[in-house]
């Protein structure tokens, strides 16, 4: 795996089933890649490895990135471990707003905020 490996701008509202399974990546990131500005509100549901943003086993760096913990069934960022630099919410309302962090950090170039439901890229169905 690369060292300079980044995910950045996605979002994943599916669910989520596998080994080494994460809302926005695997095992891709391998502790060695970075998710930016990236959310999941997605089930993950595996029976190892699995995280809300990533599955591990290695933590990644993770900026202005966030999942739902209610959502995605999921405590921990990265297998059983918790993350620096990352948000957590079971309030869904909160990430309505542009104006919270992290979505104060995204751009408006790739993302459409919405009243009232979790931000989407431009140019993709809600």
Do not use: R
């Not at 989520?16 to 930016?36: D, E, H, K, P, R």
């Not at 997605?42 to 995280?51: E, K």
Request: charged share 5%; proline share 5%.
């Amino acid at each position: 795996m690369a060292s300079n490996t980044v995910i950045s701008s996605s979002y994943n509202a599916g669910n989520i089933v596998g080994t080494y399974a994460g809302g926005i990546s695997g095992t891709t990131l391998q502790g060695f890649g970075n998710a930016i500005n990236s959310f999941n509100v997605g089930l993950v549901n595996t029976t190892t490895h699995q995280g809300g943003l990533d599955g591990g086993p290695l933590i990644p760096t993770l900026t202005e990135s966030y999942w739902d913990t209610t959502l995605s069934g999921q405590t921990y960022c990265v297998a059983t471990e918790t993350c620096s630099n990352h948000y957590t919410t079971n309030t869904p309302e909160y990430y309505y707003s542009a104006s919270n962090a992290p979505l104060s950090s995204f751009s408006s170039t790739y993302w459409q905020f919405n009243n009232n439901a979790y931000p989407t890229l431009k140019n993709m169905p809600n």
